[in-house]
C-alpha cells in the first residue's frame, strides 16, 4: 500500500495553484548551536521566507538570536550534553503533529529548498508506508567541484536494494546521517506511534548529533531510499562545506556508481555485497571500528612488497581500487574480485578486470588461471572462515607466488590503550558478536599455516598521524606500536622467488 498524500494533487505541474500552495502549512525546525554558523542560518531563512508555503520555521538553539520576523526561538538543551540540542525538535514535532502537512528538520547549514520538498512530495506519493525518501548532502570546492561528503569509509549503495516506485529508481545508501529529514503528516504519526521517535537523547550506531537526524530510519520503522533516477533533485548543500576535500568523494565518482547502479536495474542479476564489511566494534574516537574502508587511497607500502618478478595480480575484496589502479598503470594486468559492482566502477573503467560474485562463484570463475601476486587488503578479519577464504584460493597462485595480507593491528599498544581508557579490554566479543575477528600478527601467521601458506615475514605501519613514526620506514616499526600489518606468504613446500622491492614511484 503506498502513502496518500492529499498533496500531491497541488504539484502537479508548472500551472499549479499558487492559492493552493499557500494552504499547505509547513514546520520547519533548524538546530542552531552558538553563532558559528549564523551567516548559514541567515540563508537558510530567507530561502524558507521565499517558499510559496505557508510556512513555520522554528530555531532551537543554546542562546537567543534576533532572527527577524517570522521566526520562532526555542532555546533550552534537552540535556547537559551541547551535543543534544538536535533532539529538541522531536517534542516540537509532536506537539504540533496535526497542525501542519509536512515536517522539516535540519541543522543550521543544509539548505533546502522548495524544488526538494515539491520532489519529496512527488516521490513520496508512489511509495510504501514503510519506505521514506531521503537526501544526501553535497559540498562546493573553492573551485566549484561538488564532492559527496556523505560517500566515505564503509558507507555504500546496497545493489540488492533497487527498486522502481512509479517512474522513479530508488536505493538504499548505508549512510543514513544527511543532518536532515523531511516528514509528511502520515510519516510523522507513523515515527511517534512506533515508540522510537519521542526519546531520550541517545548514541547508537551514529554519534549523539547525527542520531537525532537518523532515528527515522534506525528506530521508527522506515527504510531510507535514496532517488537516484533524479539524484539533484535530493541533493542538499551543507553550505560550511567543511568536509569539501577531505572526506567524500567528487562528482565524477558518484556519476560512475549511479550510472553502474542504473545499469544493474536492467539485468535480474544483482550481485551482493562480498562479505559484511561494517562491523560492530567500537573504540573511543569511532563506532564501526576496523570496518573496510571502501574508498582506501593507494597502498605504498602494500606496491612496495610485490616482488618485481610479479606480472599478474588477484585482488580479493576490492573497493574502489585505488591500490589496484595503480598497479594496472604500471603495466601489471590486474584482477579483482570486488566488494560490490559499484564501488568498484572506477576501477573497472580503468583497465581492472572484474569478476562478480560470492567467494565461491568467483573462484569457478578462476579455474585454470594462476596468478603471481594475491592480494587481501583489509578483508581477512571481516569474514567468517579466513582460514577458508584462504584456501579457498590456493590453488591461483603460481609457482613461487605471494601472498600479501594487510589487517588492522588490534593487539598494538594505542589500541590496548584506547580499550583500557574505555573499559572494554577482553570484552569486545568474538566474531559472531562484533563482526569482526580480533587481529594480530601472531593471528595472521597461524591463518596462514592453517591455509597451508608459511609466512616470510612481517612488516608494521603506524598511523599515518602518529607524529615521529610515520616517517620512520615500515620495517623498523616494532609491532607493538603499529595501528596495520602486512603479512607476505607463500605456499608451503614452494619455492620462494626472491622478494626484490617493487618501485611506487
Given at each position: 500500500?503506498?502513502?496518500?498524500?492529499?498533496?500531491?494533487?497541488?504539484?502537479?505541474?508548472?500551472?499549479?495553484?499558487?492559492?493552493?500552495?499557500?494552504?499547505?502549512?509547513?514546520?520547519?525546525?533548524?538546530?542552531?548551536?552558538?553563532?558559528?554558523?549564523?551567516?548559514?542560518?541567515?540563508?537558510?531563512?530567507?530561502?524558507?521566507?521565499?517558499?510559496?508555503?505557508?510556512?513555520?520555521?522554528?530555531?532551537?538553539?543554546?542562546?537567543?538570536?534576533?532572527?527577524?520576523?517570522?521566526?520562532?526561538?526555542?532555546?533550552?538543551?534537552?540535556?547537559?550534553?551541547?551535543?543534544?540540542?538536535?533532539?529538541?525538535?522531536?517534542?516540537?514535532?509532536?506537539?504540533?503533529?496535526?497542525?501542519?502537512?509536512?515536517?522539516?528538520?535540519?541543522?543550521?547549514?543544509?539548505?533546502?529548498?522548495?524544488?526538494?520538498?515539491?520532489?519529496?512530495?512527488?516521490?513520496?506519493?508512489?511509495?510504501?508506508?514503510?519506505?521514506?525518501?531521503?537526501?544526501?548532502?553535497?559540498?562546493?570546492?573553492?573551485?566549484?567541484?561538488?564532492?559527496?561528503?556523505?560517500?566515505?569509509?564503509?558507507?555504500?549503495?546496497?545493489?540488492?536494494?533497487?527498486?522502481?516506485?512509479?517512474?522513479?529508481?530508488?536505493?538504499?545508501?548505508?549512510?543514513?546521517?544527511?543532518?536532515?529529514?523531511?516528514?509528511?503528516?502520515?510519516?510523522?504519526?507513523?515515527?511517534?506511534?512506533?515508540?522510537?521517535?519521542?526519546?531520550?537523547?541517545?548514541?547508537?550506531?551514529?554519534?549523539?548529533?547525527?542520531?537525532?537526524?537518523?532515528?527515522?530510519?534506525?528506530?521508527?520503522?522506515?527504510?531510507?531510499?535514496?532517488?537516484?533516477?533524479?539524484?539533484?533533485?535530493?541533493?542538499?548543500?551543507?553550505?560550511?562545506?567543511?568536509?569539501?576535500?577531505?572526506?567524500?568523494?567528487?562528482?565524477?565518482?558518484?556519476?560512475?556508481?549511479?550510472?553502474?547502479?542504473?545499469?544493474?536495474?536492467?539485468?535480474?542479476?544483482?550481485?551482493?555485497?562480498?562479505?559484511?564489511?561494517?562491523?560492530?566494534?567500537?573504540?573511543?574516537?569511532r563506532r564501526a571500528a576496523f570496518s573496510k574502508d571502501h574508498y582506501e587511497p593507494p597502498s605504498s607500502e602494500v606496491m612496495v612488497l610485490i616482488p618485481d618478478s610479479a606480472r599478474t595480480i588477484l585482488s580479493i575484496g576490492c573497493g574502489?581500487?585505488?591500490?589496484?589502479?595503480?598497479?594496472?598503470?604500471?603495466?601489471?594486468?590486474?584482477t579483482a574480485i570486488p566488494l560490490d559492482p559499484v564501488v568498484s566502477a572506477m576501477a573497472a573503467d580503468s583497465g581492472v578486470e572484474m569478476i562478480h560474485g560470492d567467494f565461491c562463484s568467483t573462484r569457478a570463475c578462476l579455474e585454470g588461471?594462476?596468478?603471481?601476486?594475491?592480494?587481501?587488503?583489509?578483508?581477512?578479519?571481516?569474514?567468517?572462515?579466513?582460514?577458508?577464504?584462504?584456501?579457498?584460493?590456493?590453488?591461483?597462485?603460481?609457482?613461487?607466488?605471494?601472498?600479501?595480507?594487510?589487517?588492522?593491528?588490534?593487539?598494538?599498544?594505542?589500541?590496548?590503550?584506547?580499550?583500557?581508557?574505555?573499559?572494554?579490554?577482553?570484552?569486545?566479543?568474538?566474531?559472531?558478536?562484533?563482526?569482526?575477528?580480533?587481529?594480530?600478527?601472531?593471528?595472521?601467521?597461524?591463518?596462514?599455516?592453517?591455509?597451508?601458506?608459511?609466512?616470510?615475514?612481517?612488516?608494521?605501519?603506524?598511523?599515518?598521524?602518529?607524529?615521529?613514526?610515520?616517517?620512520?620506514?615500515?620495517?623498523?616499526?616494532?609491532?607493538?606500536?603499529?595501528?596495520?600489518?602486512?603479512?607476505?606468504?607463500?605456499k608451503a613446500g614452494g619455492s620462494a622467488r626472491p622478494v626484490e622491492r617493487r618501485s611506487v614511484a
Amino acid at each position: 500500500m503506498t502513502n496518500q498524500v492529499a498533496l500531491n494533487r497541488t504539484y502537479a505541474g508548472p500551472d499549479r495553484d499558487h492559492r493552493q500552495d499557500a494552504r499547505t502549512r509547513v514546520l520547519v525546525a533548524i538546530a542552531s548551536y552558538g553563532r558559528g554558523n549564523d551567516r548559514y542560518l541567515a540563508q537558510l531563512l530567507d530561502e524558507y521566507r521565499t517558499m510559496p508555503f505557508d510556512v513555520d520555521i522554528v530555531v532551537l538553539s543554546n542562546i537567543d538570536k534576533d532572527l527577524g520576523p517570522g521566526v520562532e526561538m526555542r532555546v533550552g538543551l534537552p540535556s547537559k550534553n551541547p551535543w543534544s540540542l538536535p533532539f529538541a525538535h522531536k517534542t516540537l514535532f509532536a506537539e504540533r503533529a496535526d497542525k501542519y502537512d509536512l515536517f522539516v528538520y535540519s541543522e543550521d547549514d543544509i539548505l533546502i529548498t522548495e524544488a526538494h520538498l515539491r520532489a519529496f512530495l512527488d516521490v513520496t506519493a508512489d511509495l510504501d508506508d514503510d519506505e521514506l525518501a531521503g537526501f544526501l548532502r553535497i559540498e562546493k570546492r573553492p573551485d566549484g567541484r561538488v564532492s559527496f561528503p556523505d560517500v566515505h569509509w564503509h558507507f555504500h549503495w546496497e545493489p540488492q536494494s533497487l527498486m522502481s516506485r512509479g517512474e522513479h529508481l530508488l536505493a538504499r545508501f548505508t549512510n543514513e546521517h544527511a543532518a536532515c529529514y523531511v516528514l509528511t503528516r502520515e510519516q510523522l504519526a507513523k515515527a511517534i506511534s512506533s515508540g522510537g521517535f519521542l526519546v531520550e537523547p541517545h548514541a547508537e550506531r551514529y554519534d549523539l548529533l547525527c542520531t537525532a537526524a537518523t532515528d527515522p530510519y534506525t528506530q521508527c520503522g522506515f527504510t531510507k531510499l535514496i532517488p537516484i533516477s533524479r539524484l539533484g533533485d535530493f541533493t542538499v548543500h551543507h553550505l560550511s562545506n567543511k568536509y569539501a576535500g577531505r572526506m567524500g568523494v567528487d562528482e565524477p565518482e558518484m556519476r560512475r556508481q549511479i550510472a553502474a547502479l542504473r545499469q544493474m536495474a536492467g539485468s535480474e542479476d544483482r550481485a551482493a555485497q562480498l562479505f559484511e564489511t561494517e562491523t560492530r566494534l567500537r573504540t573511543r574516537l569511532r563506532r564501526a571500528a576496523f570496518s573496510k574502508d571502501h574508498y582506501e587511497p593507494p597502498s605504498s607500502e602494500v606496491m612496495v612488497l610485490i616482488p618485481d618478478s610479479a606480472r599478474t595480480i588477484l585482488s580479493i575484496g576490492c573497493g574502489w581500487g585505488a591500490t589496484e589502479m595503480a598497479l594496472a598503470g604500471k603495466g601489471l594486468q590486474v584482477t579483482a574480485i570486488p566488494l560490490d559492482p559499484v564501488v568498484s566502477a572506477m576501477a573497472a573503467d580503468s583497465g581492472v578486470e572484474m569478476i562478480h560474485g560470492d567467494f565461491c562463484s568467483t573462484r569457478a570463475c578462476l579455474e585454470g588461471r594462476q596468478f603471481d601476486c594475491v592480494l587481501y587488503l583489509n578483508v581477512l578479519h571481516l569474514v567468517p572462515e579466513p582460514v577458508g577464504v584462504l584456501s579457498l584460493f590456493g590453488d591461483v597462485l603460481s609457482a613461487g607466488a605471494t601472498v600479501i595480507i594487510q589487517s588492522p593491528n588490534m593487539r598494538s599498544i594505542p589500541e590496548i590503550w584506547n580499550c583500557l581508557r574505555r573499559g572494554r579490554l577482553g570484552r569486545q566479543g568474538g566474531y559472531e558478536r562484533t563482526g569482526a575477528h580480533p587481529v594480530s600478527a601472531g593471528k595472521v601467521r597461524r591463518w596462514c599455516e592453517g591455509a597451508g601458506f608459511v609466512t616470510a615475514h612481517t612488516v608494521g605501519i603506524a598511523h599515518r598521524r602518529a607524529g615521529i613514526l610515520r616517517h620512520v620506514p615500515s620495517s623498523r616499526v616494532g609491532m607493538s606500536m603499529a595501528t596495520d600489518i602486512i603479512t607476505v606468504a607463500r605456499k608451503a613446500g614452494g619455492s620462494a622467488r626472491p622478494v626484490e622491492r617493487r618501485s611506487v614511484a
